[in-house]
């Protein structure tokens, strides 16, 4: 928090206040710099927001989180949005929470975007053509920019639209948005896992870290109308979309869960489980999904998991499958396993 001014911050800040993304530790120092008390905190991911409340009631900060498909979601309006903007991050997601900002903001209200680079070029015009006029202030080690709403414009979603061919005969068709997985495109490491995964009609399907619903959609066209597909993701947008998408391809039999929903289930509730864990992330996340999908799947259930870190996930799937395949496609490998007949495998394992 060092490259933010603090004192140039207070000045913009008034009214009702929301807190747009940002990791836990970032908005709670930047809550109790600034000295705010009850702002509502917008994130996009379940296991973020709950993260979130957990460093709030540490710090003793009445706050709020919200977890919701889009910044506009949040209750009301605001006379202040906050932006900590991440290093890196995807330009596509910054494009779209500043886009939503403005119809958060009530007349006159302010958004603050804290750029961590001494040098950015991003968001000066992009500001200028939302808010028609911001500010500039620099510091150190970054910038911070500031623009007041003033009238109105169009609402405007930032998505993607492409297509997938299953077959001559079969395509589908998919929405996709910034901050889900696989924005605008079909990925390779996706289509690895459908083109190695084995589906038969009938089977029962769960889609971990579903995405836009890519995977499930593909394997509910093969389970047909027999069949019924979960998808499961953290991300309340991802399970927007996946909903969107399962219907736009004619998916009968299916349900959207977010992922403290699964533990609510029946184990042994699917014939197959589909995962596709951010092979960049920690270990930790690959580790859990293959653990919940054992959970999930009766006896002989198929897992399939595409990844291109096998020396680190291949491991987990050992101990807790006792069995392991590796497919190599499209330079991905997909670990593939099946459940035995134990029976002493259970949630709190």
Known sequence: MKHWDVSEIHKR???TVAV??????EVV???VLLEIHGAVCYQMDDYQ???LRNELQKAGLQSQVVTSPDLWDLPGEFQTVLYPVPPGGERSLKLDLVEQAYHLLGQRGNLIVMSPYKKDDFFAPLLKKVFGKFHAHST???QIFWAARHGNRPRRRH????HVRMSPECSLRFLSRPGVFSYGRFDHGARALVETMTIRPGDRILDMGCGCGTNGAWAGKLTGEKGHVAFADSNARALALADWNARLNGLQNFEVLSSGSIDKLPAGSFNVALANPPYYAQGTI???FVHRCRQMLGPGGRFYLVTKQTKTVGPFVVETFG????ASCRGYQVLCAKATDDKTFAKDT
């Open 29 to 31: 120092r930047l809550l």
């Open 13 to 15: 800040i008034g009214g």
């Open 140 to 142: 150190s080690t970054g």
């Open 49 to 51: 927001g709950d993260r």
């Open 286 to 288: 690959a580790q859990n």
């Open 159 to 162: 998505e993607m639209t492409f």
């Open 323 to 326: 069995n392991m395949e590796v």
């Open 20 to 25: 747009a993304l940002g990791s836990p530790a």
